[in-house]
């Protein structure tokens, strides 16, 4: 603390603060604390696939922490057998040397396992053994008693999936001539391991808003149809989600020609 006067009662002695090992100690305790907090939640986590973890690696600056190290050694993670940890030679250097490989080879992630499920809200034919009768209404459309808030799961949770592998979500829809096609879905998602039918259940929560835009596709691309003695228009069109290293993308395809991405907002 160059420029300061000598202040011993404070600790500034020659242009130099003083710290206590309490109190240094004081300033890292509630960051390991929460490190380790996290490394016991991934560890739990993996226990509950059924797999059995054997070791922690520390990467990072401050993987090489000796007292991070020590207080990571001495912590009991409830395990049947003991955890390693390791922090490897050049622990320091591990981020940018990892950013440089994954800029010259790609990722080297090359499946990954998804975490929940994704699917979307549906109507559906009213099934007396799954629905309830709260979620029943008549379409005249269709003609029959029919379900309200339902899911329909595109992905299942727990999965493996690259970003060559492609999950459909087919819309269908009607519309009226000179009317501009554009139509809204909204992609849900739940964590439990089997997902559940009805969009009411506290683990489905809405994840983003799809906006598919086919403004652009001539009139005479989509089919006529005949509703309530009016003729309209109806398209079939499928968004395909794809699962990458940071993101999910989505892309809109109709009668087999892509239409580019399709504008996505997170909730």
């Known amino acids: ?3 300061f006067a000598n202040d011993p009662a404070s600790g500034i002695i020659e242009g130099q603060f003083e710290l206590t090992h309490d109190e240094l100690k004081g300033c890292f305790d509630p960051i390991v604390e929460q490190i380790i907090e996290l490394i016991q939640g991934q560890i739990d986590a993996i226990f509950g696939t059924g797999s059995v973890p054997k070791y ?9 922490s000796d007292y991070l190290m020590s207080r990571l050694s001495a912590h009991n993670f409830g395990t049947a057998r003991r955890i390693e940890i390791i922090s490897p030679d050049d622990a320091w250097s591990t981020v940018s040397r990892g950013a440089v490989l994954r800029g010259l080879e790609g990722s080297l992630v090359k499946n990954r396992r998804c975490r929940r499920n994704y699917g979307t809200r549906i109507n559906t034919i009213f099934d007396l053994t799954i629905h ?23 992905v299942e949770k727990g999965v493996d999936t690259d970003s060559n592998t492609k999950f459909q979500l087919k819309c269908g ?3 009226q001539k000179d009317e501009k096609l554009r139509r809204g879905a909204i992609l849900v998602a739940s964590d439990l391991d089997i997902a559940p039918h009805s969009y009411r259940d506290k683990s489905v929560h809405d994840l983003c808003f799809l906006m598919a835009d086919l403004s ?7 089919d006529l149809v005949n509703i309530n003695r009016q003729t309209c228009l109806s398209a079939q069109f499928t968004i395909e989600m794809a699962f990458e290293s940071a993101e999910i993308k989505f892309q809109l395809y109709f009668k087999g020609n892509c239409y580019g991405q399709v504008k996505t907002t997170f909730h």
């Open 216 to 222: 652009m596709v001539p009139e005479s691309e989509f």
């Open 132 to 154: 309830h009768e709260e979620d029943a209404f008549y379409s005249t459309d269709a003609g029959m008693k029919m379900a309200r808030n339902q899911v329909s799961w595109i």
């Open 1 to 3: 603390m160059p420029g």
């Open 173 to 175: 829809t009607t519309f």
């Open 56 to 64: 922690v690696f520390l990467v990072g600056g401050f993987g090489e």
